[in-house]
């Protein structure tokens, strides 16, 4: 299995553009946040303690397992970012504004719009047309420059 910094320093070969960054660092929270939406959206015939079990929690159970095992303090950081997901669709869909697949597809879609943009800016391919595991990592690649600022080790 390849290391954490294996994964890092290969996404960041793709990503040196300051405008492609920036852009990431919008573009990647919201495509992440918008699919937990549309899998918070998809409801199981299950219940823990009165709440409907989703798909969004069996998934993020999955990832975090992932992020478990790529990183041994990484996981803690993409596990909470992951919680207030949760708790953001829960209110949304509580709201009753939009509905919160609607939602989150437009932010899904906008949000690839840009990174594309981004991409085209750097002059490279999104690194998930390589693997697609590269869409895991680039939230950890994002929160790993959190933990970097905070001085915590990856």
Known sequence: MRSIQDWLKEYGD???????KNIHWICVPVIFFSIIGMLF???????????????AVIGLVFAIIYYVRLSRT?????????SLCLIACHFIELSRIIPLWIFCLILF??????????????GKKPSFLKDLQFLLIGPAWLMSFIYRKLGISI
């Open 14 to 20: 793709s990503h040196q553009n300051d405008t492609n």
């Open 41 to 55: 959206s998809i409801k199981l015939p299950l219940a823990l303690g009165g709440v409907t079990l989703n798909v």
């Open 74 to 82: 990484l996981w803690v950081g993409l596990l909470l970012f992951s």
């Open 109 to 122: 879609l906008l949000a690839w719009v840009g990174q594309f943009y981004g991409h085209h800016v750097e």
